[in-house]
């Protein structure tokens, strides 16, 4: 008899922690779209704005490490609890963030907030590999990780409809420009306190929303996992990158963040290019987050007839031939290749963190783990560089917005590599 996703045993606490999978997701999608909020309300540049994604993904990449470690000498409860407290509290400094109107004050409370996000990925995802059969783990991650688009899902409906439709900055006239900037400071002034308060009220919501579950699950005993006093990091850092697999793995996942993090950000710009305001252009990224979120489950499914790894370079190459559209056909074909591409990045994610995952010990998966989320640099680093791009506003003939997403295009030729080569590696054996 094959062995369950999920034993009856571990149905509580895989419910709770899968739970928390769609509390980042709504993080990191009402996340995205700020930048073209605050771009417009604060008079900033696309790569000023970007900032925001660097304090966001900088967050996981300071914060990854000391999360393995705290987990390795308390256990992976303490760490989902500590990290729901650092979450709640990033979110409520919105509030003075937003009343002394300084960007910077924003930026902090974000790294703040991905701080609790860095310790809530560190040890949900090792957490949920560890809750049954080993041989189910990489499916029951991709099953956990499901969870995850709904929650961006959410985030992003919240972007649009409640956040970016309610923005006076963003109005414009009949010939699709916007008013904003064409106003007088005073105006100006009243419109900003105004649209910051906007910005600033689902991120206050959200840390009452993550304190709540911070008290549900103190409350709910959890299996006492992750804690070992026989785990020595230097070591285990060692025999970690010994291991080509996972080593190419860390890579991999750089690269796959950072095409995440680049298609589903700068589609505002892309849209915006075509003269569709912010709140129209967030719905076309809840139409690609849709498009992500049943693909998911049907590669889930697909996972239990063909190869993780070989699945995982197809979809890359099929990446790698929408981004090929997006850059090359300008108008609402482009705008249509870009969506599309979320349904090859669907399985990325859990699948690349499974394979490199895979013959890692116990002993040595919590730091391993670390690395897989530290990876979430790639976030922080190449959307400025897309940013940057972005800003010169046109390259040779085409717009600088399409020709700056040949950076998710080599992101996916990385990806595509990895899979083929940790695919090829099983056939060795």
């Given amino acids: 008899m094959s062995a369950k996703v999920v034993e009856r045993r571990y149905l509580l606490p895989f419910i709770l922690i899968t739970s928390l999978f769609a509390l980042w997701g709504f993080a990191n999608d009402i996340t995205n779209p700020m930048v073209a909020a605050f771009q417009t309300v604060m008079e900033i540049s696309t790569s000023r704005a970007s900032m925001v994604q660097f304090?966001?993904?900088?967050?996981?990449?300071?914060?990854?490490?000391?999360?393995?470690?705290?987990v390795q000498k308390f256990s992976y409860k303490k760490g989902i609890l500590l990290g729901l407290a650092l979450y709640a509290t990033g979110a409520l400094l919105f509030i003075p963030a937003a009343k002394h109107e300084v960007f910077t004050y924003f930026l902090v409370s974000l790294y703040i907030l991905t701080f609790g996000l860095a310790f809530l990925e560190t040890t949900s995802n090792p957490f949920i590999l560890s809750l049954g059969d080993p041989e189910t783990s990489t499916r029951r991650l991709n099953l956990a990780q499901a969870f995850n688009p709904m929650g961006s899902l959410m985030g992003m409906f919240v972007a649009s409809r409640v956040v970016l439709a309610s923005l006076e900055s963003d109005k414009r006239d009949a010939a699709g420009e916007l008013i904003f900037p064409t106003l007088d400071e005073a105006t100006k002034a009243a419109i900003r306190t105004s649209d910051l308060e906007i910005i600033r009220n689902p991120y206050m919501i959200l840390g009452f929303v993550v304190i709540a579950m911070f008290i549900v699950i103190a409350l709910v005993k959890m299996p006492a996992?992750?804690?070992?006093?026989?785990?020595?990091?230097?070591?285990?850092?060692?025999?970690?990158?010994?291991?080509?697999?996972?080593?190419?793995?860390?890579?991999?996942?750089?690269?796959?963040v950072a095409a995440q993090i680049m298609c589903w950000t700068f589609i505002i710009q892309y849209a915006d290019n075509l003269g569709i305001d912010k709140a129209t252009a967030q719905?076309?990224?809840?139409?690609?987050?849709?498009?992500f979120l049943g693909s998911r489950f049907i590669?889930?499914?697909l996972m239990k007839y063909v190869n993780s790894r070989k699945l995982l370079m197809i979809f890359a190459i099929g990446g790698m031939f929408t981004i090929t559209g997006v850059i090359f056909i300008e108008g609402m074909l482009g705008l249509y290749c870009l969506i599309a591409t979320s349904a090859f990045m669907s399985l990325m994610f859990p699948t690349i963190y499974g394979?490199?995952?895979?013959?890692?010990?116990?002993?040595?998966a919590t730091l391993g783990a670390a690395f897989l989320v530290m990876a979430i640099v790639g976030g922080a680093v190449m959307p400025k560089l897309q940013a940057i791009i972005i800003d010169l506003g046109t390259v040779g003939s085409l717009a600088a917005v399409n020709v700056s997403f040949v950076l998710p295009f080599i992101c996916f030729c990385v990806i595509a590599a990895f899979g083929f080569r940790s695919y090829k590696a099983t056939l060795a054996r």
């Fill in 55 to 70: 304090a966001f993904y900088g967050g996981y990449a300071t914060m990854a490490i000391p999360a393995a470690l705290f």
């Fill in 225 to 256: 996992s992750g804690h070992s006093n026989n785990i020595h990091p230097i070591k285990s850092m060692k025999t970690l990158f010994k291991n080509k697999v996972y080593r190419e793995g860390v890579f991999a996942q750089i690269f796959y």
């Fill in 283 to 291: 719905m076309y990224n809840i139409l690609a987050m849709g498009i």
């Fill in 299 to 301: 590669a889930t499914a």
């Fill in 355 to 364: 394979i490199a995952l895979e013959n890692v010990t116990q002993e040595d």
